[in-house]
């Protein structure tokens, strides 16, 4: 990602300046070498920009591959993108790579513009993780629901209460891998059920630092 005078942004430490773009007095995360900078607001576009060109060019039929290829990405990071903006696109492009039916372009620019209306934190706050609300987004755009429809609306319901039911089961502090995991799980499972699409799932060891990790009481530690 290149900044207006045409050197590379690089993540840097959050820190409070001016930011070139739109001026604001925020947090910025990305800076070049001639000291300007950009706040998360500002990248967002490039980030999501940068988001539907891997999936769109991704072949895999596992969300958990598609989702780390997007996390080892230089521009995305597991701290630079909130994960419940990314899960969604992930499990869409291996629903497609599956024969799923689906526009892709269109639906990957829906579900993060769903995601994105998530607020961050909400797991604790709200009792409500973003993995599984991106979850939902995702099936809920892949079988068309919306409020007044009597089609698939409760298996929107039933896959995000699964996911968080799952999620409550093994308890805080809170890990954005973990989520990710069972969100991805539940997900692929009812699109098996509901559409009769089989997606692939390789479960993930976890090889995130996190430093409030839970060891054991965590499904997938032991995997690690």
């Excluded at 001016?18 to 998360?40: E, F, Q, R």
């Excluded at 609300?133 to 755009?141: D, E, L, N, Q, R």
């Amino acid at each position: 990602m290149r900044c207006e005078c045409g050197e590379e942004l690089k993540r840097i430490e959050s820190t409070m300046h001016d930011c070139t773009v739109c001026g604001k007095y925020t947090n910025v995360a990305y800076a070049c070498t001639n000291g300007h900078s950009m706040c998360a607001e500002c990248v967002e576009p490039h980030i999501r920009a940068r988001v539907k060109e891997i999936c769109e060019a991704s072949e895999s039929k596992d969300p958990r591959s598609i989702l780390d290829s997007l996390l080892s990405d230089d521009l995305i990071s597991e701290r630079a993108l909130r994960y419940h903006l990314i899960i969604g696109p992930a499990l869409v492009a291996a629903y497609r790579n599956s024969g799923g039916d689906v526009d892709l372009d269109k639906a990957l620019d829906e579900i993060m513009r769903r995601g994105s209306m998530i607020p961050a934190k909400a797991c604790g706050h709200a009792g409500n993780c973003g993995s599984a609300t991106s979850a939902g987004i995702f099936f809920s755009v892949i079988a068309d629901t919306h409020p007044l429809k009597e089609e698939n609306w409760g298996e929107v319901h039933r896959l995000t209460g699964k996911c968080l039911m799952d999620l409550g089961s093994i308890g805080g502090p809170r890990c954005c891998n973990r989520g990710a995991n069972i969100a991805m799980r539940n997900a692929v499972d009812a699109v098996k059920d509901v559409m009769g699409i089989e997606m692939e799932l390789n479960d993930a060891g976890c090889h995130f630092k996190n430093d409030v990790c839970i060891g054991d009481r965590c499904p997938f530690h032991s995997k690690s």
